[in-house]
């Protein structure tokens, strides 16, 4: 009989492409969904997944739904304006699973940059979103000091689907709204970015492969692309011609008062997420590139662009 894994966070897009890579893979999966009645709750349903419904600050439905399996996939997001729900929502899996008695294998998305977050140029308690990296690093330590026999910690890059409706909406308003990518990124900073889908695939593999992945701490990006490379792909993918327009730095300054994804967007220019692409080699796992991405999501490509 095949195992049984848990994805948690199964209708989120990391957690929906584990899902559908694990049951093309033979395996039996348990997906936590708020809504059963999702349309990603539903294609998971139809290829063979079992819904269950619960929250993760409902650990009674977290203990029904992690029952029985050997393993379990752990993506839990911030929620505001309550910066610790993360880590706790990440304690009351640890916590299920433990209880559940028959797992042997965590595997955890957290991000890239993890845990070198004190060596970041200006670190200090008044850091900007220095609540997000702690909280990503303290659920890394929780997660290794877990007991389970195996564990994995995969830290996907800025992930693709931050260029597409309905992320880009908010992510980067202008890009649907008016075809132009304005970011306070430089036009010399490089974002390396990752297909959310292969973080299923290194997931898949290490639940497969629970010795080989057994505490690795595998830092996840395909490409290392710069805006006008990000809005030359978007507009081939679209057909429509895709401007990029860079903020000031004063005006970049003043809006990550108030908008913390400009800030985020600073912070690459200084830091960035870094990945050694030539380690990734070692593993038998073929990254996808943003154009191969594109392709596969013209649908929603055509949805952000018209």
């Not at 997660?143 to 980067?172: K, Q």
């Not at 690795?216 to 809005?231: M, R, V, Y």
């Amino acid at each position: 009989m095949a195992p049984t894994v848990l994805v948690t966070g199964a209708t989120g897009y990391q957690g929906f492409g584990t899902a559908r890579h694990l049951l093309a893979a033979g395996i039996q999966v348990n997906a936590l969904v708020r809504d059963p009645s999702k349309p990603k709750a539903l294609e998971l349903e139809q290829l063979g997944a079992k819904l269950c419904v619960g929250t993760f600050d409902d650990p009674d439905s977290l203990r029904a739904a992690v029952q029985g399996t050997l393993a379990v996939f752990l993506n839990v997001m911030p929620t505001f304006p309550d910066f610790s729900s993360e880590l706790q929502h990440a304690k009351n899996v640890v916590n299920a699973a433990k209880e559940a008695g028959t797992v042997t294998s965590i595997i955890y998305s957290s991000v890239t940059m993890t845990g070198k977050h004190e060596t970041f140029p200006g670190w200090g308690a008044d850091y900007p979103m220095a609540w997000y990296w702690t909280s990503k690093a303290a659920i890394e330590s929780l997660v290794r000091a877990s007991g389970f026999r195996y564990w994995t910690i995969l830290r996907p890059a800025f992930l693709m689907y931050n260029y597409l409706s309905p992320t880009a909406d908010h992510m980067f308003p202008s890009l649907p709204s008016e075809h132009v990518f304005r970011t306070a990124y430089k036009p010399d900073s490089p974002m390396t970015i990752l297909d959310p889908d292969d973080v299923g695939k290194f997931a898949t593999a290490a639940i497969l492969d629970p010795e080989m992945y057994n505490q690795h701490e595998i830092d996840l990006g395909a490409q290392a692309l710069t805006p006008d490379e990000i809005a030359r792909a978007l507009s081939q993918a679209s057909g429509k011609d895709i401007k990029v327009e860079f903020y000031t730095a004063d005006k970049a300054a003043s809006l990550s008062s108030v908008n913390p994804r400009i800030t985020a967007q600073l912070w690459s220019n200084d830091v960035g997420y870094q990945v050694d692409m030539e380690a990734l080699k070692k593993y038998p796992i073929k990254l996808t590139t943003f154009s191969e991405y594109l392709h596969r999501e013209k649908c929603a490509v055509q949805k952000t662009f018209g």
